[in-house]
């Protein structure tokens, strides 16, 4: 992220307004889901759960669409101040025409993440929520914290290359031929925007319906090239051992109303939680999800006790 922003800015301050923003919204997001993790325990009805994995998602994605909201604000900042505006009116036109665009952008992604609640593993329907809530926080900073860092610094941010700030003459921007492209597609957004958004739909129809049809696999290796070495090492381990020996999966079952499986006094399984332990293993058997080779080792190779 860093050398994006040197390679497009060249400029300390215009460095350093994206980074302070996005670093300040990834601690306070991931304080806030740490809390809600944390409430979650006192009541019941609010399931709120967090993963290892979900602060690796939230850095990547925070720091990738704070990056972008940045980068939009400052460039209209430069526009306005182009413009012959003074940094302070600058940054309040910049925000106030930007802003829409950036929430815009930031709920389809928040919305786009909310439905994973509907999924099925809970890795997903928990990791999903509470990213979208990170990067409601990540545009709040974007749309407070970025123009504040903005107004405080005025035009120095742009040092060393102040000279482009000299303001120019209306249409000298849209000079370039890339400009004059963007601003034909504005035009023709604006006026067919019915026919645009049915092409739109149109042209994505074909991937809906190939995505719709994926199947639900849990298999990450059927997801990676077959010449890597990771699924060639993992399939010479298939050949000489059991699933159940290279990957074990340990199961908890928890019943809060009694005990699962009853103990003896001296603390060996009685006949009653033998049984219970016989009949969980032939309902784990019955599972169309385990392989039947999975009958060569135990699959419960130990038991304890929760009251």
């Known amino acids: 992220v860093v050398l994006i922003l040197v390679l497009v800015y060249r400029a300390p301050g215009l ?10 919204s990834v601690v306070l997001a991931m304080d806030l889901v740490a809390t809600l993790a944390w409430t979650s325990g006192y009541f019941e009805w609010f399931d709120f759960k967090i993963f290892k994995t979900t602060k690796i998602f939230v850095i990547v994605i925070l720091f990738g669409a704070g990056t972008d909201f940045c980068l939009f604000l400052i460039s209209r900042y430069r526009e306005e101040l182009q ?23 930031a709920l389809t992604t928040v919305f786009g993440l909310g439905m994973m609640f509907f999924a099925d593993f809970g890795k997903f329907s928990n990791s999903g929520p509470a990213i979208a809530l990170c990067l409601v926080v990540t545009l709040i900073a974007c749309l407070t914290l970025a123009p504040a860092m903005l107004r405080a610094g005025g035009r120095i941010v742009f040092w060393p290359f102040l000279a482009s700030l000299t303001p120019q003459a209306e249409g000298a921007a849209a000079s370039s031929l890339m400009d004059r492209f963007w601003q034909r597609v504005s035009r023709m957004v604006m006026a067919w925007p019915g026919l645009i958004l049915v092409g739109s739909l149109l042209l994505l129809a074909p991937m809906f319906y190939a995505g719709w049809s994926v ?3 849990y298999d990450l290796l059927s997801e990676m090239q077959a010449d890597r070495p990771s699924v060639q090492g993992t399939r010479q381990l298939r050949r000489h051992f059991v699933t159940a020996e290279i990957d074990p ?10 005990e699962l499986f009853p103990m003896e ?25 385990v392989d039947s080779e999975g009958r060569q080792t135990r699959p419960i190779t130990s038991v304890r006790s929760l009251s």
Not at 15 to 24: E, H, R
Not at 93 to 103: D, I, N, P
């Open 215 to 217: 199947p639900v696999t």
């Open 15 to 24: 460095v350093i307004v994206p980074l302070t923003t996005i670093l300040a």
């Open 83 to 105: 413009r012959g505006l003074d940094p302070g009116r600058a940054v309040a036109v910049a925000l106030r025409q930007v802003g829409h665009a950036l929430t815009g952008s």
């Open 249 to 258: 999966v340990t199961l908890l079952v928890y019943r809060p109303d009694a």
């Open 265 to 289: 006094a001296d603390g060996k399984t009685s006949r009653e939680g033998q049984r219970r332990i016989a009949v969980l293993t032939k309902t784990l058997y019955d599972l169309q999800s």
